[in-house]
């Protein structure tokens, strides 16, 4: 945002200096700065820029945008359409992940996985915490956790934690940079507390590797059978002294995953269910999508209220699931 802002004010300088008065010198650097950013961001530039653009025909000893009315529409024109595009390309981005079907208390999003999908269930937990971003080419970066500590397990604070990773889920951020990225800002936010969670990422071809920090292991399945995947286990994020005097969630390692089928778990699961919680992930296999597993995963013990999320990839053909 910040270089965003002072290109669109270095445009207005060099544009004022030079006294070029069409409105595309004022309009066209600011408008690619914004399309290229976030809507919010992008309805910020635009607003910067028609500061300046004002400022250059109020201010007499500032040369450069026309003053007649024609030159000021067009300007006023181009500014406005700013976010609106960002906003249609977001949307473009963002439209595979769709709301799947399930009972009132369970919400499950399903999105593409390289060339399967993968399936997202939340439903209001205690601290919990998830996010599915899908990627350009296919791919996918998906976080499930558990938050504790009162300065974190607040709306507030799981919600920014959300919008940290969704804000650095990019095609080239590894779950090994994500688990670090989201150390910090759990540090940042509060400092007594943690978030143990699970980072997946799917490449376009299907490749699923993983960073576990504090949480339950992952479920594979091969052959319609449930097993550990054998993710070794990180500390818990936010967890570990900051000095580096103990390995923290930055030295974590991504592992790679190979199954049919992958699950996912927050810790609360394995707290509700107890040492059960293994025999219970045979459910992964029990349904042909990812959406009718991860309703499963949800389900509580004898019936009892349900426990997110849970997060289910099925990184082949949708055919092979």
Do not use: K, Y
């Amino acid at each position: 945002m910040r270089a965003a802002l002072a290109g669109t004010t270095g445009n207005a300088v060099l544009m004022g200096v030079a006294e070029v008065g069409t409105p595309i010198g004022w309009v066209l650097l600011p408008g690619l700065l914004g399309v290229s950013a976030r809507p919010r961001v992008a309805a910020l530039v635009s607003a910067w820029a028609g500061v300046l653009v004002v400022a250059s025909v109020l201010v007499p000893v500032i040369p450069g945008h026309h003053s007649d009315p024609q030159a000021l529409l067009a300007s006023a024109a181009g500014l406005t359409a700013v976010p609106l595009l960002a906003w249609a390309r977001r949307r473009t981005r963002t439209a595979p992940v769709t709301r799947a079907a399930g009972p009132t208390d369970v919400a499950v999003f399903t999105v593409p996985a390289g060339p399967g999908s993968a399936a997202l269930a939340v439903c209001g937990s205690p601290g919990e915490i998830g996010a599915a971003v899908p990627l350009r080419g296919g791919g996918l970066l998906a976080l499930v956790g558990t938050v504790t500590g009162a300065a974190l397990d607040t709306p507030a604070g799981r919600r920014a934690i959300e919008q940290t990773f969704r804000r650095h889920a990019r095609p080239t951020a590894s779950p090994s940079r994500l688990a670090g990225v989201l150390d910090q800002a759990v540090r940042d936010l509060a400092p007594a507390g943690h978030l143990r969670a699970t980072i997946v990422r799917v490449d376009r071809t299907g490749a699923v590797e993983a960073v576990r920090c504090g949480s339950p292991d992952l479920i594979t399945v091969s052959a319609d059978r449930a097993g550990l995947a054998g993710v070794p286990a990180g500390p818990a994020l936010g967890s570990t002294p900051p000095d580096g005097s103990d390995p923290g969630a930055g030295d974590a390692t991504s592992s790679p995953v190979t199954g049919r089928r992958v699950a996912v778990v927050g810790a609360a699961f394995a707290d509700a269910h107890g040492e059960r919680w293994v025999r219970v992930l045979d459910q992964v296999a029990a349904d042909d999508d990812p959406a009718g597993a991860a309703r499963r995963l949800t389900r509580g013990p004898r019936g009892g209220r349900r426990i997110g999320p849970a997060l289910v990839v099925d990184p082949g053909p949708p055919s092979r699931a």
